[in-house]
């Protein structure tokens, strides 16, 4: 007889057994499926939570950027200060003592000081610019010499952040900004109804100041305009160009691959690498002026072309191969089929492309503190080679400065920032639905 083992025959299991086996791989899966939709719909929410608290941080200490203290004064112009030769002419004007015409006001007001140490302790409870406020309208209208006129002028950094609550009053008198004496000068100003918090619009209209006050985000809004604009023109159609060459012309080869892999390399390079490209390039080899909006679109142009050039190629790849067949089967060249269907219909797709590029190039600050355009800039630019600064400049320099002034101020900066980011997302999205085409 044979040793072999006997083999049993598989036991077959019953209908009942089988339900019982799928119905528990069944919860398992399900389990597993609502477990992943669970962690999902965690990770959004935990995104919308950082989102969220990231903008109500920087509105909170940023909307009082844009609010100033301003303080009301009744302004006497004296000839004797202002035009003491009675020439009327401008240069005489313009050199003349208005800041003793707003001491004289605020004495007016407080006729209680005396003394030079004093009254100087008064005067600083203006501005620094409030003088130049005087001298502009006596130089738009000189027929105010002599007369009297009721003007709000801008009140100092610390009178505003002791407006804004900012400044503990409770604290040692060698600790604040303001001496027990100017703290009463304050809340008798406050009690009149001279002490007022108004809508900021140096800040939105003048460049940057050593003094807070006084700063405004215009000179960088318009610096980050010029650049820009200067970029658009330059990154798109060379990035269109180039996307199209590399999908409907370039032969398939060892260069055509080489060109491709370089141009997603690209796309992946720290940006500070671009700024030393241009300081190289732009400003050693060709000579272009430092801390211009020209130098800083080049470098930034350079910075946004392989963005452009992947967002156009993918658009173009997305035209279904049926249009092209048709157009050429209709008889119409290759250039007539990319330039009339190929093209109209990639066109959402480089736009939104080319958007995107732009809002990284808007948010962009280590290639161009590379350039230079770091310099403290006063002048709003009117040029492409103006100096200037741009908006996530200035805010890295106002966030280093010491002056509590300035911690506002950047905040405030930020929000303009997210308003033009904001600004150039809808007009992607705009910009996409206006041009695509449902099949």
């Known amino acids: 007889m044979s040793d072999a083992p006997v083999r ?128 502009r309208r006596v130089l738009a209208n000189p027929d105010l010499i002599g007369t009297n006129d009721t003007l709000w002028v801008t009140a100092s950094d610390a009178v505003d952040l002791l407006r804004k609550a900012k400044i503990d009053r409770r604290l040692p008198e060698a600790l604040r900004p303001l001496s027990d004496q100017q703290l009463a000068w304050f809340d008798q100003l406050a009690e009149r109804g001279a002490l ?37 023109l330059l990154s798109f159609p060379i990035g269109v160009a180039t996307a199209i060459y590399l999908e409907e012309f370039a032969p398939q080869n060892r260069w055509t691959d080489l060109v491709e892999v370089n141009i997603n390399n690209l796309a992946a390079v720290p940006s500070i690498v671009f700024g030393l490209l241009g300081l190289a390039v732009f400003i050693n080899f060709f000579g272009l002026p430092r801390s211009a909006p020209l130098v800083g679109a080049l470098v930034l142009t350079l910075l946004t072309l392989p963005t452009i050039i992947i967002a156009s190629r993918a658009a173009i790849k997305a035209v279904p191969p049926s249009i092209r067949e048709a157009a050429l089967g209709m008889g119409a060249s290759r250039i007539q089929t990319i330039a009339h269907h190929v093209l109209p219909l990639a066109l959402p797709g480089m736009l939104t492309g080319t958007i995107i590029g732009m809002a990284r190039a808007l948010g962009e600050t280590a290639p161009l503190l590379m350039i230079g355009m770091v310099a403290f800039i006063v002048d709003v630019p009117h040029s492409f080679t103006d100096p200037s600064t741009v908006l996530p400049v200035q805010i890295y320099l106002w966030s280093d400065s010491p002056e509590r002034g300035f911690v506002e101020k950047t905040s405030g900066a930020i929000i303009v920032l997210l308003v033009f980011l904001v600004i150039m997302n809808a007009a992607a999205v705009f910009l996409r639905n206006k041009f695509e085409k449902r099949w």
């Not at 057994?17 to 959004?44: D, H, M, P």
């Not at 005396?114 to 620094?128: D, E, I």
Request: proline content about 4%; hydrophobic content about 50%; aromatic content about 10%.
């Open 196 to 232: 007022e918090l108004k809508f900021n619009r140096t800040f939105l209209s003048t460049g940057d100041s050593r003094d807070p006050e006084n700063a405004g985000v215009w000179g960088a809004v318009m610096g980050s305009l010029l650049m820009l604009s200067l970029t658009l």
């Open 8 to 135: 049993r025959a598989p036991r077959i299991r019953t209908a009942h057994e089988t339900q019982t086996i799928v119905a528990k791989s069944l919860r398992r899966r399900y389990w597993a499926e609502r477990r992943f939709r669970f962690y999902g719909a965690a990770a959004v929410l935990l995104g919308v939570v950082f989102v969220v608290f990231l903008f109500v941080t920087v509105f909170s200490r940023g909307i009082g950027a844009f609010q100033q203290a301003q303080i009301k004064i009744d302004v006497f112009y004296d000839p004797a200060i202002i035009d003491p030769a009675g020439t009327r002419k401008a240069e005489d004007l313009a050199l003349a003592d208005y800041a003793a015409v707003l001491r004289e006001a605020l004495v007016r007001v407080f006729p209680d000081v005396k003394g030079r140490s004093a009254r100087r302790a008064l005067s600083r409870l203006l501005s620094s610019s409030a003088p130049f406020v005087l001298q």
